[in-house]
């Protein structure tokens, strides 16, 4: 991340996080009465995490004095880049230049035909600097390389950003799907910072509710539990192309097993330093394997 009196390069709008962490849960009219400073409301099951750019004790007591059945268990105080994980800056992956929104784009340099995703991460997952983030960027281009991919369903799409990275690479309709209301904030407002907000719909929703959704390939960067869940619905197995990631070397090892069983075939394996794995598999839809 770039900072000040750095030449030319605009400022991260995010320095430090101020989270709140709130028994209950806050709901979207609560959100628009949290003032200027607030980022986004992060629900986990019952409770909620309240980000703000500023210290906003204040702003939280009011909601409280509000919805006095809500409560405040404990805050936070983070610096961004450790939020993230590392320092933001532009970076070229299978042939996409992610730059961060605040970052100039004069200043993002690129090789010849290499498409940008900007992106506004806030604070949900999808930087792409994670190593399953950029491993299916990489699987996307392959099986792009292989056949056209008209539509994709996207599950846990997080900022968005492989769901527009397929919009770029030519898919006509992108179904993005998150269970958290925050990451479907965030990837709205990143599909239309890349001008795809015609082609990428986001929806609010579970992945399974979503298994019999038309789709040339099946994106599911998501924890091994909600794969599983997915992977006997027969509804689900009936596609031409899927990516799977998101995986540690035994679950990967778990689901190549079952991918198997229910008629598919891993065709191609991505591997960070043996830790972090993502398989491209082909679907039923093309035939026995």
Known sequence: MQREGDKGV???PYRTLYIYLLAGVV????EKKLGPHFIGNWVEGK???????????EAVMALLDRRPELELVEEFEIDYEQWQGEPLGPIEVAGFLIRPYWYRAELAKAGGGVQEIVLDPGVVFGNGLHPTTQDCLRALRWIGGLRDISTVLDLGTGTGILAIASALMGAERVLAIDINP????????NARLNGVKDIVQVIEGDANDFADEEADLIVANLDLDVILELLPKQEFTNRPWYIFSGLMRTPCAELKRLVKKYGLRVEKEWDHEMTWFTLACRGKALGPC
């Open 10 to 12: 605009s400022l991260c």
């Open 27 to 30: 709901n979207p009219v609560d």
């Open 47 to 57: 409770n909620s995490f309240l980000f703000f750019r500023i210290p906003s004790r």
């Open 182 to 189: 925050l990451c479907v904030k965030t990837a709205e407002r």
